[in-house]
């Protein structure tokens, strides 16, 4: 029986995401007999042992090193200062790369794996490439454009892409050029054009179709702005407390939004009336309650579909995997309000192709609003040509490179 080994990085959800996606279709495209080793930790590793609680025996933690939380996503003091130093219940980074790297060597010599396929953990490549391991390391990342700000991480990011190198083969989860959405984001240099394909995104889903819920029904006929909380909890705390400073200012008295938590947690779900008064969503459609602000912990598949169907436009923190769920699957504008580089570099190709805007202060956010409804028919236009040349089916394309290097291999 082949063995394939699959490590994912537990910075955010995207990750976690393409890998689950590629997962449903890697069956139909490797012939032989064959199964999944994964590997994560905190809350990807939750997730893994609870979508597969019959194969908790092939579902590894792996202490892979992560920047420390702060307040507003990463902490760029406290992940500078655990580099030699302990911080928050995290030993030093030094330590905490040769633990991991230790742990994932004793998986690769434990399983004798045929091919590993490796989202973001760019470790897993050293130790294919030293035990002459075939593998395909997905990213949307290589190289990331840094501002003046952040200049001091060059050393790092060179370091970073020197790991990713080491790949067998390097996937982008993009369309090709001039359509790639996280151009910014990569650079590749020469050395390793070669190894690089771009396999499209990861966002083809199907989705079964299900009796219409009470919140399907309530948003029917409404003009609404989707916003969007996503990514670990700093991430998704700190863009919560961006969204609310922006539904407090005057121009949000009437503008109407749907705001999913990424959370699973019913007790978020709550409906708020233009009368001031909160209602569950049940209540609020049979009470016909005209409403200014619908919060959802965490939408089903349809619902998510229905809204992102239904929306006038959505806004994000820039992350690469919702950007294509909303550009070039649904041709919606954006409106980004970044956390970090990697989030500004995607909206600003964004904004450069007229898909959406870039917006850091609440003023902002608030004009891009106002922005986006003024021209809409204009980004209507750009997001036809987006949509019609986005490719969704990475997932596919990335089985399909997985049973080729399978058989190259034999």
């Not at 700093?234 to 609310?244: F, I, K, V």
Request: aromatic share 10%; glycine share 6%; hydrophobic share 35%.
């Amino acid at each position: 029986m082949l063995k394939i080994g699959e490590f994912i990085y537990p910075w955010g959800s995207g990750h976690y995401s393409r890998m689950m996606r590629l997962n449903t279709v890697l069956g139909y495209h490797i012939k032989e007999k064959f199964e999944v080793h994964f590997s994560s930790k905190d809350h990807v590793y939750q997730k893994l042992l609870e979508k597969f609680p019959n194969h908790k025996d092939h579902i590894h933690e792996i202490l892979m090193p992560t920047p420390i939380d702060g307040k507003f996503g990463p902490s760029i003091s406290l992940s500078l200062l655990n580099l030699l130093l302990p911080v928050s219940k995290n030993p030093s980074l030094v330590k905490q790369v040769t633990s991991y790297l230790r742990q994932e060597g004793k998986l690769y010599d434990d399983e004798k794996f045929d091919l590993v396929i490796n989202d973001g953990d760019m470790g897993s490549n050293v130790i294919a490439k030293n035990r002459q391991v075939p593998s395909l390391f997905i990213t949307n990342q290589f190289r990331p454009k840094l501002y003046k700000s952040r200049s001091y991480f060059y050393p790092a990011l060179v370091f970073v892409s020197k790991q990713i190198a080491k790949a067998s083969r390097i996937l982008v989860a993009d369309s090709p050029p001039p359509y790639t959405m996280c151009e910014h984001n990569l650079n590749f240099t020469e050395d390793v054009k070669e190894k690089v394909t771009y396999v499209g995104h990861f966002t083809s889903v199907n989705i079964e179709k299900k009796q219409t819920s009470d919140l399907e029904k309530l948003i029917e006929n409404s003009e609404f702005g989707y916003w969007m909380r996503t990514g670990n909890k700093s991430t998704n705390d700190g863009t919560g407390q961006r969204y609310e400073r922006v539904f407090h200012q005057d121009e949000m008295k009437n503008e109407k939004r749907i705001i999913s938590h990424a959370k699973n947690d019913s007790t978020i779900d709550s409906v708020l009336g233009k009368d001031g008064k909160k209602y569950t969503v049940s209540s609020a459609l049979e009470k016909k309650i005209d409403w200014i602000q619908i919060d959802i912990g965490f939408l089903s598949e349809q619902e998510k579909e229905t809204v992102l169907n239904l929306s006038k436009y959505a806004v994000v923190n820039g992350s690469h995997t919702v950007m294509g769920e909303i550009l070039g699957g649904k041709a919606k504008p954006i409106i980004g309000i970044p956390i970090y580089d990697e989030h500004t570099n995607n909206i600003k190709w964004a904004e450069e192709k007229n898909l959406g805007v870039l917006a850091v202060k609440t003023k902002q956010v608030i004009e891009s609003i106002s922005k986006i409804k003024d021209n809409y028919s204009k980004f209507e236009e750009n997001l036809a040509d987006f949509s019609k040349n986005f490719v969704p089916n990475g997932a596919e394309n990335t089985a399909k490179i997985a049973a080729e290097t399978l058989e190259e291999k034999k």
